[in-house]
């Protein structure tokens, strides 16, 4: 009997390859799965089986992650606003670790011996497959063609090509990546410093001109709703930012940072729901949240980004800051207002019961009414105490 193999299978010319080569070369019995994170619709999944039989699969799963994802990392992503560089809402960064867990756990179920992906040797999705399926099934072994032997995509494409399969190859110039938290796009204009990707390379394209207010609700730091209607399911109250956002060509980018290996790296993406949606909920824990818990929530959310982008999702760690990050977000409920226009938006304001702007105390730059104007002398006073001291006893010593 061949012996059994698990497919990390994507549909993209790596993992095409990859059914190609492990079945025809090295005579393995090949499974392949796709672990979906909301990028996919029925239509495309479908797609997708059909291609991997076509490629010599012996079976195909695809197993839906959507609803685990969200629970166990998007809501904190978007607790902590997080934003790679500044710029990245980490959408396949987040999603590996998931959809390694989902693959390991399936490749347990079937009994195999292997299971393998497609990630080449000089990028962080190695790092984030290898290291999940040690640390859940160190027992299995780990098979990665593209990356030991080194391959470009002219060859794996010729390679196909030679033994039989037709594909649309031109599409295949682009590694595209789909998921509920964005979509990632890499080219050959990514791996330049001084180019940027084409219009066409973009799945979603612009349909929509002019201007539209959009209003999102958030109940506890969580979507709720979007334009006034309610859902009992935020991946769906996502799906409907996306829609809309995406028609004006909202949350494209490019991203350049430290990958896990220690290169940088550049990635195109368009993640329109993830900008609006953590722009918005940032807009609103700036009215709702307290100064030093804003201040505590950003250095823990960077540490969060920068551990679930380097592979470090199953430390314990992780669930700490995940209990700190949901504990601020008590207070944040309420609606933003947004103006959209192609290519851009802007944040209109926000309300909301828990506005801490809303008070008894003063408005900011008019008028003062919990203090007096001697409360303030003196208050100024003795905040100056030590750069005073300070500064006397520098004149104090020049004069020696």
Not at 306 to 328: C, G, K
Request: proline share 2%.
């Amino acid at each position: 009997m061949k012996e059994k193999v698990v497919l990390a299978f994507s549909g993209g010319l790596d993992t095409s390859f990859c059914v190609k080569y492990l079945s025809e070369e090295k005579g393995y019995e090949v499974y392949t799965a796709i672990a979906n994170t909301g990028g996919f619709s029925d239509e495309e999944l479908k797609v997708i089986e059909e291609k991997a039989y076509r490629l010599g699969a012996a079976k195909h799963a695809t197993l839906d992650i959507t609803k685990d994802y969200y629970e166990k990392s998007i809501r904190y992503m978007v607790f902590g606003n997080i934003l790679r560089g500044g710029t990245y809402p980490i959408s396949v960064s987040s999603e590996r670790t998931f959809q390694a867990i989902a693959i390991i756990n399936y490749a347990k179920s079937v009994g195999a011996k292997y299971v393998a992906h497609g990630s080449t040797g000089a990028g962080n999705d190695q790092v984030r497959f290898d290291l999940t399926f040690q640390i859940l099934a160190p027992d299995i072994q780990i098979i990665t063609p593209t990356r030991d032997m080194v391959l470009t995509r002219e060859y794996e494409i010729n390679y196909l090509k030679q033994h039989g399969y037709t594909a649309d190859f031109k599409k295949m110039e682009y590694s595209i990546n789909k998921g509920l938290w964005g979509t990632s796009i890499g080219g050959k204009e990514t791996l330049k410093s001084d180019q940027t990707l084409p219009e066409e390379a973009y799945p979603s394209q612009i349909s929509r001109q002019g201007t539209e207010k959009l209003s999102l609700s958030f109940v506890k730091g969580e979507l709720s709703a979007v334009n006034g209607k309610k859902y009992g399911n935020t991946v769906d109250a996502i799906r409907e930012v996306e829609r809309i956002g995406s028609a004006y060509g909202i949350g494209r980018d490019m991203h350049i940072g430290d990958t896990i290996i220690g290169i940088k790296g550049r990635v195109g993406f368009e993640a329109a729901a993830p900008m609006l949606i953590i722009n918005a909920h940032k807009m609103l824990e700036k009215h709702t949240l307290t100064k030093w818990q804003q201040y505590w929530k950003d250095q823990i959310g960077t540490w969060y980004g920068m551990f679930l982008h380097e592979a470090q999702y199953l430390d314990p760690v992780m669930r700490d800051m995940e209990a700190f990050l949901e504990s601020t977000q008590k207070n944040v409920t309420g609606q933003v207002f947004i103006q959209l226009r192609p290519y851009s938006y802007t944040l209109i304001g926000i309300d909301s019961s828990f506005d801490l702007m809303k008070t008894d105390f003063g408005e900011y730059g008019e008028v003062n009414k919990a203090w007096t104007a001697d409360d303030v002398k003196g208050f100024t006073k003795i905040m100056g105490n030590q750069m005073k001291i300070f500064y006397n006893v520098q004149k104090r010593n020049q004069k020696k």
